[in-house]
């Protein structure tokens, strides 16, 4: 449980991970009515639910427990009823949201996804970059100054790749690519490099 003296820290915290996610998140690109996540239509089961000490403060964001999906090791799928959004949630290192309109959540994009950091920014520990990849890509790829890391997406479309202090070293990730299952570059991002 939350102590209230930890609250306004806990809620700050979050207040800021929404805005650099939905930074991140946002595109100029409108699709217009599209299918939300496979996730958030499947059946909910046992582990879906969001850890015990994100719950106040997911509730005070009007995130509606119930509605949360495990989608790839510490990202959940979640919905904000009030704002008809659909959020990622990452939960890896504090609690992190992007959030699209539910009808919309990709915006005609391939990708819609977040990165999250443990340790301070000039000098992080480790980087986790995870999303929600459409069906048609097979393959997430992060391009790094010393190589490539790659993930295949789950069956809900999540992808999780974890970067440590070793692959950072040498420079942040420049690039988030999507691969369909051929091989052939189907979404290409840059990341901020601050």
Same mark, same amino acid.
Request: proline residues 7%; hydrophobic residues 40%.
């Given at each position: 449980?939350?102590?209230?003296?930890?609250?306004?820290?806990?809620? $700050? @915290?979050?207040?800021?991970?929404?805005?650099?996610?939905?930074?991140? /998140? !946002?595109?100029?690109?409108?699709?217009?009515?599209?299918?939300?996540? !496979?996730?958030?239509?499947? =059946?909910?089961?046992? $582990?879906?639910?969001? *850890?015990?000490?994100?719950? =106040?403060?997911?509730?005070?964001?009007?995130?509606?427990?119930? %509605? %949360?999906?495990?989608?790839?090791?510490?990202?959940?799928?979640?919905?904000?009823?009030?704002?008809?959004?659909?959020?990622?949630?990452?939960? !890896?290192?504090?609690?992190?949201?992007?959030?699209? *309109?539910?009808?919309?959540?990709?915006? #005609? =994009?391939?990708?819609? $996804?977040?990165?999250? =950091?443990? @340790? %301070?920014?000039?000098?992080?520990?480790? +980087?986790?970059? #995870? #999303?929600?990849?459409?069906?048609?890509?097979?393959?997430?790829?992060?391009?790094?100054?010393? @190589?490539?890391?790659?993930?295949?997406?789950?069956?809900?479309?999540?992808?999780?790749?974890?970067?440590?202090?070793?692959?950072?070293?040498?420079?942040? *990730?420049?690039?988030?690519?999507?691969?369909? /299952?051929? @091989?052939?570059?189907?979404?290409?991002?840059? +990341?901020?490099?601050?």
């Amino acid at each position: 449980m939350l102590s209230r003296s930890r609250l306004p820290a806990i809620l $700050s @915290g979050m207040f800021l991970a929404v805005v650099v996610l939905s930074f991140i /998140a !946002a595109r100029n690109v409108f699709a217009g009515s599209e299918a939300p996540p !496979a996730a958030v239509q499947r =059946e909910r089961i046992a $582990s879906d639910v969001l *850890p015990m000490r994100f719950q =106040e403060g997911a509730e005070k964001l009007g995130i509606e427990l119930e %509605s %949360s999906r495990k989608v790839a090791g510490e990202l959940f799928l979640v919905e904000r009823p009030r704002h008809d959004d659909t959020c990622l949630v990452n939960t !890896a290192y504090a609690f992190s949201l992007g959030c699209n *309109p539910r009808t919309d959540f990709f915006r #005609g =994009e391939k990708i819609f $996804s977040g990165m999250a =950091e443990k @340790g %301070s920014p000039e000098d992080p520990e480790e +980087l986790t970059i #995870g #999303g929600i990849a459409r069906p048609e890509v097979a393959r997430v790829r992060v391009v790094l100054p010393s @190589g490539n890391v790659e993930a295949t997406p789950t069956a809900d479309g999540a992808f999780r790749i974890v970067i440590g202090a070793d692959q950072l070293r040498s420079g942040r *990730p420049t690039e988030l690519r999507g691969l369909d /299952a051929t @091989g052939n570059t189907v979404y290409v991002r840059a +990341l901020p490099q601050e």
